[in-house]
Nanobody, 128 residues
């Protein structure tokens, strides 16, 4: 069973940076981890969950609201997914979730329905 555990959230002032980490366990091999689709989602109070960034063997995808500020990456040696968040804004405040699909291409992105595995979330708070 694949398990995802996010960390790295916290409180930061606008313009600051945070890096979220999501080590994954339960994959058969590092190769399997390296090719599966993974993504970051966020949900603010009273709002729907939205896709932030995704990565698969075809490349990366970002929500328009974070393009140029956020960077998604994988460290295959550590089986870990990252989200580097720069130039943070108050509207980035949300619970951030790491998620993974079963296959190697991100089906349905930025919709979350095709993501099978989810972490418990890490809170990011950006003050003005």
């Amino acid at each position: 069973q694949v398990q995802l555990v996010e960390s790295g959230g916290g409180s930061v002032q606008a313009g600051g940076s945070l890096r979220l980490s999501c080590p994954a366990t339960g994959y058969r091999s590092r190769y399997t981890f390296s090719i599966v689709c993974m993504g970051w989602f966020r949900q603010a109070p009273g709002k729907e969950r939205e896709g932030v960034a995704a990565i698969d063997d075809a490349g990366t995808s970002y929500a328009d609201s974070v393009k140029g500020r956020f960077l998604i990456s994988k460290d295959n040696a550590k089986n870990t997914l990252y989200l580097q968040m720069n130039s943070l804004k108050p509207e980035d405040t949300a619970m951030y979730y790491c998620a993974a699909q079963i296959g190697r291409r991100c089906l349905g992105w930025p919709n979350s329905a095709d993501f099978t595995y989810w972490g418990q979330g890490t809170q990011v708070t950006v003050s003005s």
